[in-house]
């Protein structure tokens, strides 16, 4: 369907922050999309939840439910790989379940993906909330290839990850910029990271350093830091 987006969210025991997730979802501007989470055998508390919603809900929210049985033969990128196969949309839409999403961030990517003719977009600058310090501050620039975990691609362009748990999407967003085909987006406040302790893909000293690195910011973000209260 003509700039349908499909949401791509593999998750697993961070059902408070998928909750969230779901929620930015469900509040985006852009109404014509569907989210595919992906939960695991193992975690009892995600599965049960979601096993528990409303079917007609879930339809009538285009959001589809896929129950994965543990393979550690299978990592995240391959996971990945599985439910943009799935998928229905044009594009594609890595949406992380322990992150936030600003309401316009499918609207403002679709847009400039179709101003500037290109096939991809990713974000130069994100928050950085990290539950540690209860703490949210600016990333620093990535004005090359912006950040990957934000990244919306026509599916047609967008080829398999590697089987690997971190990092998986490095090499596709580094072809896309060398490549001019994707457009960095100058606007900061469309997703927020979350650091916390729960992380499957990211080493703690990787966490950390993102943190350090990180720019301190005057602007009250309170109600942000509420929403995870």
Known sequence: MKNKISCITPTLNVLPKLKISINCYLGQTHHNKEMLIL?????????NYLLSLDKKWCSKNNIRLFHYKNNDDIKLGGVINFLVGQSKGEYIAIWD??????????RKQLSVIKRHKKISCTLHKILIRSEKHKDIRFSNPRLKTGWEGTLLCKKENLYAYENIQSRYDSKLVIH??????NYVLKD????????????NCSSNEHLDNLYKTSKKTKKDYSYLENIYK
């Open 97 to 106: 379940s322990d992150d936030w999403h600003s309401s316009e961030r499918l």
């Open 188 to 199: 900061s406040e469309l997703y927020m990271y979350n650091i916390h302790t729960s992380h």
């Open 176 to 181: 896309l910029s060398d490549n001019d085909l």
């Open 39 to 47: 939960f695991y055998d193992h975690d009892l508390e995600t599965k």
